[in-house]
């Protein structure tokens, strides 16, 4: 069964640091382009980084140097790290495969929240 699963999601104070991962399983992890996105409440869903298959990285310019997107071929992960966090980065964040199949493959989400 494909599947993408968002961990590591949580309450954290403003300029506080959290690690999310996506364990993935039933494709070719190594094959495929993975994705970060997150959704706040009452806004559309939103690119947050990629990593391609040799390693390279993209991130948007909101989260340019204060986050972190990594993969792991050996255990099927992909891990985001989040440092310096703002109020605004409260969202849902979501795992993607944008290249698998028709459509991709979206996680369930894993929520934070950066709040006092």
């Known amino acids: 069964q494909v599947q993408l699963v968002e961990s590591g999601g949580g309450l954290v104070q403003p300029g506080g640091s959290l690690r999310l991962s996506c364990a993935t399983s039933g494709f070719t992890f190594s094959a495929y382009v993975m994705k970060w996105y997150r959704q706040a409440p009452g806004k559309q869903r939103e690119f947050v980084a990629l990593i391609n298959i040799g390693g390279g990285t993209t991130y948007a310019d909101s989260v340019q140097g204060r986050f972190t997107i990594s993969r792991d071929s050996t255990l099927k992960t992909v891990s985001l790290q989040m440092n310096s966090l703002k109020p605004e980065d409260t969202a849902v964040y979501y795992c993607?495969?944008?290249?698998?199949?028709?459509?991709?493959?979206w996680g369930q989400g894993t929520q934070v929240t950066v709040s006092s």
């Open positions: 993607n495969a944008p290249g698998y199949g028709k459509n991709g493959i």
